[in-house]
C-alpha cells in the first residue's frame, strides 16, 4: 500500500486541531483527512477546509464513506465506547480513540466483542506509553531486574489553551460557563471520577507498568478547582497519584520510581506541544542513564496506526492491556466513591 491511509475525525476540538493534526503532518504523506465531524458546524466545516476534506455535523459519513479508513474519536468521553463499536461495525481498519476508551467496565467488554468480531484494531491515545524514551526507559528498568517501592506521577497544568495557541490557530467556540462556590460530596464524586478518566487515566499505563495491583486506596482527596491526590497501597508498593488543573503557575508533569537499588525519574512535555519525548534519568549504583528523543509519543502512536493499517502490524499496546488500564482507573474512581462518602 503505497497511497496514504484516509482518515475520519470525530471531533474537530483542540485536541484535533492542536495534537493530532500536527503530529501526522510530521509522518510525510503516510495520512490524509477525509473527513471531520463535530457539532459545531463552523469547526467541522473550517478544520476541514484547511486538510481538502470534508465537513459534516453527523457522525454517519464517516463511518459510510470507504476512503476513511481509520477513524479518529475526539469527541467527549461519553460518546468514545458507541463510536469504537460503529466504527468496528463499518469495517474501518483501525480506530484511534482518545483517553478514555469508555466510562465503564461494560462498555468496555462490549468494545472488546465488538472488535473481535470486525477484527478492527484498536488504538488508545495513551501517548506517554508510546513516548520511545518511556518505552526504552521501562525496559531498561526491567533489565536491572529492580522492583519499585513507590512510584509517584504528579501533573500541574495551566489551562490548555496555553498551548493550543502556540500549537495552532484554533477555530474559536464558545467558552463554558464556569461554576464557583462549594461542592458537596456528589460534585467532588463526580468531579474526581471525572479526574480519574479525563487527567489521571494518561499515565494509569505506566503507573500499571510498575505498580500493576491498584490494592488499597488510603487516602484520596479533591484538590479544587479541579484536581485529585490518592494514594494506593499494594503488597509491595505504592502509588501517589497527584494532579491539578488550571492554575498560574509554571507546567510540570513528573514520573517518578523508586526502587531499591534504582531511581527512575521522567519530566514530561505537555501534550499539546511538539517538543519531542520525555526526559527521562534512571540512576543506579554504576551511575545514570538519560533516554530522550525528538520524536513524541502521539508521532510514535500514529505511526504505529500506518504499520498495522499497511503491514497488519498488531497494537504495541494490545486492546486487552488497555482494557485493563481502563478497569485500573474505574476501580480508582470507586474507591475515591467510597472514601469521600466515608469522610461526608
Not at 247 to 272: C, I, L
Request: with cysteine; proline share 7%.
Amino acid at each position: 500500500m503505497s497511497k496514504s491511509i484516509g482518515i475520519g475525525f470525530l471531533g474537530g476540538g483542540p485536541v484535533t486541531q492542536a495534537i493530532h493534526l500536527p503530529a501526522i503532518a510530521t509522518l510525510g504523506e503516510s495520512f490524509r483527512t477525509v473527513r471531520v465531524m463535530d457539532v459545531n458546524p463552523v469547526v467541522a466545516n473550517e478544520v476541514a477546509a484547511r486538510y481538502g476534506a470534508i465537513g459534516s455535523t453527523h457522525a454517519a459519513p464517516i463511518y459510510e464513506d470507504p476512503a476513511v479508513e481509520v477513524v479518529a474519536i475526539c469527541s467527549p468521553n461519553a460518546f468514545h465506547a458507541e463510536q469504537v463499536m460503529a466504527s468496528c461495525r463499518a469495517g474501518k481498519k483501525a480506530v484511534l480513540c482518545e483517553k478514555p476508551l469508555a466510562v465503564s467496565k461494560e462498555e468496555a467488554a462490549a468494545i472488546r466483542e465488538a472488535a473481535l468480531k470486525s477484527g478492527t484494531a484498536i488504538f488508545v491515545g495513551t501517548m506517554h506509553a508510546y513516548d520511545p524514551a518511556y518505552v526504552e526507559a521501562r525496559d531498561a528498568w526491567r533489565q536491572t531486574g529492580d522492583s519499585a517501592i513507590q512510584v509517584r506521577n504528579a501533573i500541574f497544568l495551566p489551562t490548555n489553551d496555553v498551548y493550543t495557541d502556540q500549537a495552532t490557530e484554533l477555530v474559536p467556540v464558545p467558552a463554558p460557563q464556569r461554576q464557583s462556590g462549594l461542592l458537596d460530596v456528589s460534585i467532588k464524586k463526580t468531579m474526581m471520577r471525572g479526574a480519574m478518566l479525563g487527567l489521571a487515566i494518561h499515565d494509569i499505563p505506566l503507573v500499571r507498568d510498575f505498580h500493576p495491583n491498584m490494592g488499597q486506596l488510603k487516602s484520596a482527596s479533591f484538590l479544587p478547582p479541579f484536581g485529585y491526590s490518592l494514594v494506593s497501597e499494594a503488597e509491595d508498593s505504592t502509588a501517589e497519584l497527584t494532579g491539578l488543573m488550571p492554575g498560574v503557575w509554571p507546567p510540570k508533569w513528573t514520573f517518578e520510581v523508586v526502587g531499591r537499588s534504582h531511581r527512575w525519574y521522567a519530566e514530561m512535555p505537555p501534550s499539546y506541544v511538539m517538543a519531542g519525548s520525555a526526559r527521562i534519568e534512571l540512576s543506579g549504583s554504576s551511575g545514570t542513564r538519560v533516554f530522550q528523543s525528538g520524536t513524541n509519543g502521539y508521532q510514535k502512536l500514529w505511526q504505529a496506526v500506518s504499520d498495522t493499517v499497511r503491514h497488519g502490524a498488531p497494537p504495541p499496546i494490545p486492546l486487552e492491556t488497555a482494557i485493563d488500564d481502563l478497569a485500573f482507573a474505574l476501580d480508582l474512581a470507586d474507591g475515591i466513591d467510597h472514601l469521600l462518602e466515608k469522610a461526608a
